[in-house]
């Protein structure tokens, strides 16, 4: 079975946000359009600065996603009373730093088990799935397990900005090993951050990823050729290079 697909659609609020007063492009027009077009899943990052994705956004998308909703948050006390109250399918809990442009890398789980298996413990209770944000190591994954996660969601950053065809396939092998140590472990496996066109291909014949999210790389697309064929177009892309 191909992968899922969730597309990311902070940067429809991003633009938004530019302007500040004004109410368009609506990020849950945008979701609808994505799910229509093939997105098997929303994706939304809610975070502490409110810098692109608003609680109204989420609140909306809550209502109106067909598909599933995943939300991106920081495992602070506001966030998981948010993820509570509003029960998304989905919590991936991500580190967040205010002076980062994106998440610049993945959780240390190890370093805060107990406050993150707390935190997963309460959600999973509400009925949502819970998801980790970490690097491709292997102690981060056996952490997650420890924390009671669900899944993980593989930071692929590293991978993407690589300059070598070595260096590539030295994080692709990080990649692989994450994900089969995942797998083994009972963990769904999800993999999302850089991704785009171009890049996406090889990583496709990681059997044990069954879900990526994609943003940045499909909402600059859609400023060229519509956020339809954007997602039309990722979604062949995972369909055709799928095992």
Do not use: W
């Not at 948010?82 to 442009?101: N, Q, W």
């Amino acid at each position: 079975m191909a992968p899922r697909l969730g597309v990311n659609i902070d940067h429809v609020a991003t633009l938004r946000q530019a302007r500040g007063n004004v109410p368009y492009p609506d990020p849950v027009t945008a979701a609808a359009i994505c799910e229509l077009a093939g997105a098997d899943q929303i994706t939304v990052h809610l975070r502490e600065d409110r810098r692109h994705i608003q609680d109204r956004d989420v609140k909306l998308l809550k209502e109106t996603v067909q598909t599933r909703l995943n939300l991106e948050m920081a495992n602070v006390q506001e966030m998981v009373k948010i993820a509570m109250y509003l029960k998304p399918d989905s919590v991936c809990m991500v580190p967040e730093r205010r002076e980062e442009i994106t998440t610049e890398g993945g959780l240390d789980v190890n370093l805060h088990l107990a406050a993150i298996k707390k935190t997963t413990a309460m959600l999973k209770e509400t009925g949502v799935i819970v998801s980790l944000f970490i690097d491709p190591d292997v102690e981060q994954v056996r952490a997650a397990h420890k924390a009671d996660a669900d899944a993980i969601e593989i930071h692929t950053g590293r991978y993407c900005e690589a300059k070598t065809e070595k260096d590539r396939e030295r994080e692709r092998g990080a990649i692989l090993n994450a994900a089969k140590a995942a797998a083994k472990l009972g963990l769904r496996v999800h993999a999302g951050h850089g991704l785009h066109y171009h890049n996406l291909t090889p990583l496709l014949a990681i059997t044990e990823i069954e879900e990526y999210n994609i943003g940045h790389a499909v909402i600059a697309r859609a400023v060229m050729v519509g956020i339809e064929r954007a997602v039309r177009e990722m979604k062949a892309l995972i369909l055709g290079g799928a095992p």
